[in-house]
C-alpha cells in the first residue's frame, strides 16, 4: 500500500538464459506482462524504461519473486523441451482492441507443434481479409514465446517476419518440430 492507502502496482522483471539468448520476462500482480528476446543491457534497458512509462511504475529487478516464479519455472521447462503449453495468469494491459483478440486466440488455439496462416488467423476472429493487421498484431505482441506469434506464418509456405529475428523462429520452430534443426 502507498501512502495514501491505494494498492501499488507492482512490476518485477528478471533475465533467464535460454537457447536463443537472454529473455528479459517482466510480470504485474495480474501475470507476466512482457517477454523480450535478446535483453543484452541496452536492450533490456531500453525495455525498462517503456514499462516504466507505460505502467507508471518503476521496474524492480527481483528474479526471487513468486510473481515471476511459475514463468521462470515454465520458459525454462519449455525449452528444456518439457512443456508443450503455458498455463500463465497473463497481464494483458500491453495491448488492446483487434490486436489483444488476436493474440488471444492465438495463445488458446494454436497448440505447440502447429502453425497458422496470417489469413487463418483473421478469419478465427471475425475479420477475413485481415491478414495484414494480424502482421501488424505479432509485431506488437508484448509477450512473445508464452503468445506464440512464432507460429504464424505465410499461407504460401513463407515463414514470415518475426521481431526476435528469424533465425529465433526458426529455431523456436525447430524446438516444437515444425522445422528441421537449421543445419548452421
Keep these: 500500500m502507498d501512502r495514501h492507502g491505494q494498492d501499488e502496482q507492482q512490476l518485477v522483471w528478471t533475465v533467464v538464459p535460454t537457447d536463443i539468448g537472454p529473455l528479459l520476462l517482466a510480470a504485474t500482480r495480474e501475470g507476466l506482462v512482457n517477454v523480450v528476446f535478446h535483453a543484452s543491457d541496452t536492450v533490456r534497458d531500453k525495455a525498462l524504461e517503456r514499462l516504466a512509462s507505460r505502467l507508471g511504475t518503476e521496474p524492480v529487478e527481483?528474479?526471487?519473486?513468486?510473481?515471476?516464479?511459475?514463468?521462470?519455472?515454465q520458459v525454462t521447462a519449455y525449452f528444456?523441451?518439457?512443456?508443450?503449453?503455458?498455463?500463465?495468469?497473463?497481464?494483458w494491459s500491453l495491448i488492446t482492441g483487434f490486436n489483444r483478440q488476436v493474440l488471444?486466440?492465438?495463445?488458446?488455439?494454436?497448440?505447440?507443434?502447429?502453425?497458422?496462416?496470417?489469413?487463418?488467423?483473421?478469419g478465427r476472429v471475425g475479420q477475413p481479409g485481415a491478414a495484414q493487421a494480424v502482421g501488424v498484431a505479432m509485431g506488437s505482441n508484448p509477450l512473445p514465446v508464452v503468445v506464440p506469434c512464432h507460429r504464424v506464418v505465410e499461407s504460401g509456405?513463407?515463414?514470415?517476419?518475426?521481431?526476435?529475428?528469424?533465425?529465433?523462429?526458426?529455431?523456436?520452430?525447430?524446438?516444437?518440430?515444425?522445422?528441421?534443426?537449421?543445419l548452421f
Design 62 to 73: 527481483d528474479p526471487r519473486s513468486p510473481l515471476l516464479a511459475e514463468a521462470i519455472r
Design 80 to 91: 528444456a523441451g518439457r512443456l508443450h503449453a503455458f498455463a500463465l495468469p497473463l497481464d
Design 104 to 122: 488471444r486466440e492465438l495463445a488458446s488455439g494454436v497448440p505447440y507443434g502447429t502453425v497458422v496462416g496470417y489469413g487463418d488467423l483473421a
Design 157 to 182: 509456405g513463407g515463414i514470415g517476419g518475426f521481431g526476435g529475428g528469424l533465425e529465433t523462429k526458426r529455431k523456436l520452430l525447430a524446438l516444437e518440430g515444425v522445422l528441421p534443426e537449421p
